[in-house]
Nanobody, 130 residues
């Protein structure tokens, strides 16, 4: 059974850093793109970042709102995809989720962000407040 579990959320101050983790079981993240998403109260779900690999090469994708501040990476030893969040702002406050694509699918489909994600985790809360 495929399961993705997010962890690492918490309360941080503006300008600080936080690292979220998405640990997968039941699948090898080397064969799936893993996306990070967030949803703030009263707002729709937003794609934040995505990580994939193919034939030894890796690919990462970021929403404009986090580009230059967030970094997504994978830890092969723990089958985990991490989201490093630096220089956070209040606008980054949300519940963060991770999900995976179908096997072999990437972060982009015909040049646009893939929308077919599944096996959603339960989410982890990130609150940025002074």
């Amino acid at each position: 059974q495929v399961q993705l579990v997010e962890s690492g959320g918490g309360l941080v101050h503006p300008g600080e850093s936080l690292r979220l983790s998405c640990t997968a079981s039941g699948l090898n993240t080397d064969h799936y793109a893993i996306g990070w998403f967030r949803q703030a109260p009263g707002k729709g779900r937003e794609g934040v970042a995505c990580f994939s690999s193919s034939e030894g090469s890796t690919f990462s994708y970021y929403a404009d709102s986090v580009k230059g501040r967030f970094t997504v990476s994978r830890d092969n030893d723990t089958n985990t995809v991490n989201l490093q969040m630096d220089n956070v702002t209040a606008e980054d406050s949300a519940v963060y989720f991770c999900a995976r694509t179908t096997r072999g699918s990437g972060c982009l489909v015909r040049g646009k962000p893939n929308t077919d994600f599944r096996s959603w985790g339960q989410g982890t809360q990130v609150t940025v407040s002074s």
